[in-house]
């Protein structure tokens, strides 16, 4: 074993003296010192010797591969390869596009028509998107009859005790009645459900914004100017607006507001059905029997509430055509807002 050490010196000496070059560098290391190498070789015969022998024989090992790897150390420097050097910023690559993300665009135009509306003086309120028939109905003066009540329109809640989706944020109202003492400014936002069918116009799904304003002597003309003054800043100075008899069970009189049609700009196409009108809000006098649901004093108190579809404003503010593109989530509509 001491002279297979000898030998193996001896020509670990010879090649080191040969070593002229990177590759024969690398070549050294391959045969020496790797775990393969032929030092280790040796090391793997230790099991073969003797116990008495083993001491020696590993010191004359140990010194060995000691020497080796100080020699090959020396030339590190002359012929070892560089490291290739990985850049950590590669100008070639192509950027990192950052997408932010924002609200989305009917969330916008709510948060726009609430801040309107609180700076007039209106605090807003909520209520539930579960409803039951004596708030959504009942409480607003629906005849027993009334065809909205109709399965056709709205959306019940099976077995579920005279519970419903609400089909308008007007349920609210009552509400606020109820917990409020008049004067009473409030609006109320929120989701609407109706069981309708989906097109470019409507949608199953959708939102409002209800406003109710109860004090004593309010009057018709504090509604008009009220709306209009809103619209003014929703719209700007230059919009057309209209008010158009109509009738709700829970106000009278009852009128809708209609906005001169954004894509037409009055002469009539497919988004106003060919009115060159579009109605965005329904609103009147608060009708005395909802008065008396929401336990407030019909002879002393009168007041008015409007309802805006936001989506429908929200159609008017961004120039889209079709309402269903506010819900497909396709990143295209919404990347633009
Ligand atoms: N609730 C009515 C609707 O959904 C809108 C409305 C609200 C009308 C308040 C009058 C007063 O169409």
Redesign the pocket.
């Known amino acids: 074993m001491i002279n297979e050490i000898k030998k193996l010196r001896e020509e670990i000496d010879f090649h080191l003296k040969e070593i002229a070059s990177a590759d024969l560098f690398e070549q050294f290391k391959l045969s020496y010192l790797v775990k393969k190498g032929k030092i280790q070789e040796l090391f793997d015969k230790m099991k073969t010797v003797t116990p008495d022998e083993k001491p020696l024989v590993g010191k004359e090992l140990n010194l060995l591969r000691k020497f080796a790897e100080e020699e090959i150390n020396k030339l590190k420097d002359k012929f070892a390869k560089p490291e290739t050097h990985v850049p950590e910023l590669d100008l070639t690559l192509p950027g990192r596009k950052s997408y932010h993300g924002s609200y989305h665009p009917v969330l916008q135009i709510l948060d726009e028509m609430v801040e309107i509306f609180v700076l007039m003086g209106f605090s807003v309120a909520e209520g539930p998107d579960i409803e039951d028939g004596f708030h959504n109905f009942d409480a607003l003066n629906f005849a027993a009859d009334h065809p909205a009540r109709d399965m056709q329109d709205t959306f019940f809640i099976k077995n579920g005790n005279n519970l419903l989706l609400r089909?308008?944020?007007?349920p609210v109202?009552i509400r606020v009645m109820k917990s409020q003492k008049p004067p009473i400014r409030c609006i109320m936002p929120g989701r609407?459900y109706r069981n309708e069918a989906i097109n470019a116009r409507s949608l199953a799904e959708f939102h409002?914004i209800?406003?109710l304003y109860i004090d004593k002597n309010v009057s018709f003309a504090q509604l008009k100017g009220t709306l209009m003054e809103f619209s003014r800043k929703m719209y700007g100075e230059n919009s057309k607006f209209r008010f158009r008899p109509s009738y709700?069970p829970?106000?009278e009189p009852?009128a809708e507001l209609d906005i001169s049609c954004f894509l037409c700009g009055g002469k009539g196409c497919r988004i106003c059905k060919h009115q060159g009108w579009l109605e965005i809000?329904?609103?009147?006098m608060v009708h005395p029997n909802v008065l008396h649901s929401g336990e407030i004093n019909h002879e002393e108190y009168s007041g008015f509430?409007?309802?805006f579809?936001i989506e429908r404003v929200a159609l008017l503010r961004t120039g889209i055509e079709d309402i269903r593109l506010f819900y497909e989530n396709d990143k295209r509509v919404l990347e633009q807002f």
């Open positions: 089909t308008h944020t007007s109202q609407v409002q209800e406003g709700f829970f106000t009852s809000a329904g609103c009147g509430a409007f309802g579809g």
